[in-house]
């Protein structure tokens, strides 16, 4: 049962596996000064997660400065690694009492929140989480059903609307 506010792991560096673990529970994330990535297996992703199965709701709350927030179930941020065969089902709602200020941005995706490199890899997954940003911001909100921003490569994922089981393939 997960309830703390940290992924399991800060970041998983390359050639690290990850794999075959189910996470469930609630948990309540605290913004920070500086960048935040935050995930239930891990903040960075450099590695590889494999037949990984997230069933966490989180809540993200207080006032995020100096940096990024970077919020999935799976993984935060996913640098060069892989991500294939996960799952996540849940919800991320940012509360009313988060905010974001200046330039920075707020990247939320159902699995991962920023795919921030070309090598960066999520295949065969599927999302059913709920995403809610109820905050404030004054720059960017990035937010999708597998992942918020991406500059890498997404295929075969399929992403489940919350509440009405209908599903959309990406």
């Given at each position: 049962?997960?309830?703390a506010?940290?992924?399991?792991?800060?970041t998983?560096?390359?050639?690290?596996?990850?794999?075959?673990?189910?996470?469930?529970?609630?948990?309540?994330?605290?913004?920070?000064?500086?960048?935040?990535?935050?995930?239930?297996?891990?903040?960075?992703?450099?590695?590889?997660?494999?037949?990984?199965?997230?069933?966490?709701?989180?809540?993200?709350?207080?006032?995020q400065?100096?940096?990024?927030?970077?919020?999935?179930?799976?993984?935060?941020?996913?640098?060069?690694?892989?991500?294939?065969?996960?799952?996540?089902?849940?919800?991320?709602?940012?509360?009313?009492?988060?905010?974001?200020a200046?330039?920075?941005?707020?990247?939320?995706?159902?699995?991962?929140?920023?795919?921030?490199?070309?090598?960066?890899?999520?295949?065969?997954?599927?999302?059913?989480?709920?995403?809610?940003?109820?905050?404030?911001?004054?720059?960017?909100?990035?937010?999708?059903?597998?992942?918020?921003?991406?500059?890498?490569t997404?295929?075969?994922c399929?992403?489940?609307?919350?509440?009405?089981g209908?599903?959309?393939?990406?």
């Amino acid at each position: 049962n997960f309830n703390a506010g940290k992924p399991l792991a800060e970041t998983v560096l390359e050639n690290a596996i990850v794999k075959n673990l189910t996470v469930e529970g609630a948990a309540t994330v605290q913004a920070v000064e500086g960048s935040l990535n935050m995930g239930t297996f891990a903040g960075a992703l450099q590695g590889s997660l494999e037949h990984c199965v997230s069933k966490v709701d989180y809540t993200v709350t207080g006032a995020q400065s100096a940096g990024y927030i970077a919020m999935g179930a799976l993984v935060g941020r996913l640098n060069a690694g892989k991500i294939s065969d996960c799952s996540a089902q849940g919800s991320i709602v940012f509360d009313d009492k988060f905010s974001i200020a200046g330039e920075e941005t707020a990247y939320i995706g159902g699995l991962v929140g920023r795919n921030s490199n070309a090598a960066g890899i999520i295949e065969n997954c599927q999302a059913g989480v709920a995403v809610k940003f109820a905050g404030t911001a004054t720059y960017n909100v990035l937010m999708g059903g597998v992942v918020g921003h991406t500059n890498g490569t997404v295929e075969a994922c399929q992403v489940f609307a919350a509440g009405d089981g209908s599903q959309a393939a990406i």
